[in-house]
């Protein structure tokens, strides 16, 4: 693997560079304390030091709406969307992130794939960064460290002065082709460390959820929960959607659009005559942290959370992820101990 060294100075002229190869999509600022993945017009609005953003890179593989299809009696015809590869190079992507595209895209391809999905997957360069966790991040109680390269064509890991930048495959090589950086001889920072953390692995949260089921923390947890769906929304591997057929007052013609939705809220399990077969604000919350660390991951061996934080971050009522998990960990725990006694 080669290690370059780009200057904090140099980083509007690597975004340039990058520009003329590919579009590019990166972080951007919007607002005082917020971040947000956009098209890169100017390189000098490009931020590669930041929390979060937001929305993660999935909402341009996973448009929150588009159109499925669209039909016209008229003149008896029906068509499919348009759906394009992206293309593009994504730059300033935590190691979380890029993480939770694999999860989609394990979620998109097993069974039926999905074509629009993995069309927009196509072409996808990934240029990463390190970041320094908060108060939210626990991505390494998943096994994702911030300097995680994995899947990566380019990473860059910050130092004080700019970035080690580390070229990871031939696509990240040809990247770089005509941008002149001096060799980065030194080695990289020492671990950042998490302020937040999940007490036990993947593989003993499978047995603690199973245990889990009926724990009060579901209940408790429901008191202050509002019910907004904020969490499912802003989750990097929430992928659930909702398909309406919206026909034009004619009755001619028409449209099958999708738009993301969440488990969170009331209307997703809503089915025919009315019914909700998950009513209860605690059965909603079982069932959206059962789905991160427990129903997929039986199957696939991985947790389905990333430890981004994101869901607690911008949770209307301040709500943990961390800490339910945590209180079914401590509950498990104390009822094992007891049925040794
Ligand atoms: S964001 Fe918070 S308040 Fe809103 S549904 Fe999720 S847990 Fe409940
Ligand atoms: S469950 Fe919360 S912390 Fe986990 S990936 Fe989703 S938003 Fe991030």
């Given at each position: ?50 929390p979060r ?41 935590h190691?979380y ?34 970041y320094e966790p908060d108060e939210y991040h626990f991505a390494g ?5 911030p ?45 950042k460390?998490f302020q937040q ?110 430890g981004c934080g994101?869901?607690?971050a ?28």
């Amino acid at each position: 693997m080669v290690q370059f060294f780009l200057e904090s100075d140099r980083v509007a002229e690597f975004v340039t560079h990058l520009m003329k190869r590919k579009p590019v999509y990166a972080p951007h600022r919007k607002g005082r304390k917020s971040y947000s993945f956009e098209r890169t017009r100017d390189a000098a609005g490009v931020v590669l030091d930041y929390p979060r953003v937001m929305q993660s890179v999935k909402k341009f593989f996973l448009p929150p709406r588009e159109q499925l299809l669209s039909f016209d009696l008229g003149d008896n015809t029906c068509r499919a969307g348009e759906v394009e590869p992206l293309d593009a190079i994504f730059l300033g992507v935590h190691s979380y992130d890029l993480a939770a595209v694999g999860r989609l895209d394990h979620n998109f391809s097993e069974g039926r794939a999905e074509r629009n999905y993995l069309t927009r997957r196509q072409g996808a360069l990934w240029v990463g960064v390190s970041y320094e966790p908060d108060e939210y991040h626990f991505a390494g109680s998943v096994g994702i460290d911030p300097y995680d390269t994995e899947g990566f064509d380019i990473f860059l890991t910050r130092l004080l002065d700019g970035y080690v930048l580390e070229v990871l495959t031939p696509a990240g090589e040809s990247l770089l082709e005509g941008f002149d950086l001096p060799a980065h001889e030194a080695g990289k920072p020492a671990k950042k460390h998490f302020q937040q953390h999940i007490y036990v692995p993947q593989d003993r949260l499978n047995e603690v959820m199973s245990a889990s089921y009926n724990n009060p923390v579901w209940e408790e947890t429901a008191l202050g929960c509002v019910g907004c769906g904020t969490c499912n929304l802003v989750c990097p591997t929430c992928y659930c959607f909702n398909v309406e057929e919206n026909v034009d007052i004619t009755v001619t013609k028409g449209s099958r659009d999708r738009h993301w939705d969440g488990c969170m809220l009331r209307e997703f399990s809503e089915v025919a005559g009315g019914e909700v077969f998950r009513e209860t604000l605690a059965a909603r919350q079982r069932h959206r942290v059962m789905r991160k660390f427990k129903y997929i991951s039986e199957k696939t061996g991985q947790p389905w959370c990333v430890g981004c934080g994101r869901c607690t971050a911008y949770c209307t009522a301040g709500i943990s992820i961390v800490n339910i998990v945590n209180r079914c960990i401590s509950d498990y725990e104390k009822s094992t101990v007891s049925a040794i006694r």
